[in-house]
């Protein structure tokens, strides 16, 4: 197998780079606010790179005006971008609409109300999983969806669901049948945040800055055609997205760990320790290599997997491997990172806490490191 970059690819990745190390890196830490949102005029100057560089809606399929870049090609961007602090990973994207997959899978009558606008910058969308019982365990979920003639009655909660407070709806995951769990039990929908018995009653402060949300269902009717998919459905759309969710986690964590070595090794280098720069001791230099390996290795998994689902091939355990070994890995380099440079790691003056915080959250979110292992486990045991 060649893993050698096409050329549009490597100018891709060249001009890319070129843009966040002169654009981005040197404004990052002006960018944001306190809670880490990107400010609004940062956000339009960006996004005006990012036109000029030809990559807006970059992902959104050609079909809706988009470039319907491959999986391959978005590893690429999704690391380089990751490469500066200047984005906050949790919130909008700077290169157009953030549009979920649940989105095209609707009927039309749906895509008019929910897809067309998102696509136009008119509305935004959440995504509600999570709840306080079921969180790497969906079969567990408690919020349910109970037919009632021509509507859905939903009651329940989610929690940490991130950009609610500012999303026009939720594409929410609620049973509709308990005892079948995951399979077949869990039907997804599409409710406006301003329906009735829907209400947003706690925000919660984490380390990485963002405040995700915790969101009551009291009696929500929603009608029945606003169901996506058939009833039980609802789990495979969300492993859908979730399943190209877990590549960009471990395409950007690559990002993450490329920096921290860039500025671990510029630092050792020039450091100078009881009459010696630190570069000069092996305990760095084994910290150094360390990290290279390391991201040479998760590298070469994440293209592998990306390739492999360009091909449409079915890449769900390659996808759960790259998360676990890319997050895992580019924690440990932001650590090394933190190490070489001392108490100054410590402070906000470097982005390296920023990316320590940001890696030890994503060995939790999206599927924590041990329920991915789980997975894998079975996939192993059915192999060998």
Not at 161 to 186: C, E, N, P, V, Y
Not at 206 to 213: E, F, H, L, S
Not at 326 to 350: N, P, S, W, Y
């Amino acid at each position: 197998m060649d893993f050698t970059l096409p050329e549009e690819l490597k100018m891709l990745k060249d001009n890319l780079r070129r843009y966040v190390d002169k654009e981005m890196i040197p404004f990052e830490r002006e960018s944001v606010t306190p809670d880490e949102e990107l400010k609004p005029e940062w956000r339009v100057k960006f996004e005006q790179g990012m036109k000029d560089l030809g990559l807006w809606m970059y992902d959104v399929p050609e079909e809706y005006g988009g470039l319907g870049l491959g999986i391959m090609t978005r590893c690429i961007i999704w690391e380089e971008m990751a490469r500066t602090i200047a984005l906050p990973a949790r919130h909008a994207s700077i290169t157009g609409p953030s549009v979920r997959a649940i989105l095209y899978d609707l009927p039309p009558m749906l895509k008019d109300k929910y897809l067309y606008p998102v696509l136009r910058g008119e509305k935004h969308a959440c995504f509600g999983q999570t709840e306080p019982e079921a969180g790497s365990d969906p079969g567990s979920m408690r919020t349910t969806a109970v037919r009632d003639g021509d509507h859905y009655v939903i009651n329940g909660m989610k929690r940490f669901i991130t950009g609610a407070h500012h999303a026009d709806f939720i594409q929410l995951m609620a049973a509709t049948d308990r005892s079948k769990g995951s399979r077949g039990g869990i039907s997804c929908f599409l409710v406006d945040m301003d329906t009735p018995g829907v209400k947003i009653t706690a925000r919660y402060q984490t380390m990485m800055g963002d405040r995700p949300c915790e969101i009551v269902f009291d009696n929500v009717r929603v009608p029945a055609d606003h169901r996506v998919g058939e009833e039980g459905e609802g789990f495979k759309f969300g492993q859908k997205w979730l399943g190209v969710g877990r590549l960009h986690h471990a395409a950007r964590a690559l990002g993450v760990a490329e920096r921290c070595l860039e500025m671990a090794s510029s630092y050792a280098k020039q450091r100078v320790t009881f009459g010696e720069p630190l570069s000069k001791r092996q305990s760095i230099q084994w910290m150094l290599v360390d990290s290279y390996i390391d991201i040479k290795a998760a590298r070469l998994m994440v293209w592998e997997a990306a390739n492999k689902m360009d091909a449409g091939q079915d890449v769900r355990n390659d996808a759960y491997i790259c998360k676990v070994f890319a997050d895992e890995m580019a924690f440990k380099v932001a650590d090394r990172c933190m190490q070489i440079h001392g108490g100054i790691a410590l402070t906000t003056d470097l982005p390296i806490e920023r990316m320590w915080r940001q890696q030890r959250s994503y060995r939790i979110t999206e599927g924590a490191t041990e329920v991915m292992k789980m997975v894998i486990a079975r996939h192993v045991l059915k192999t060998y």
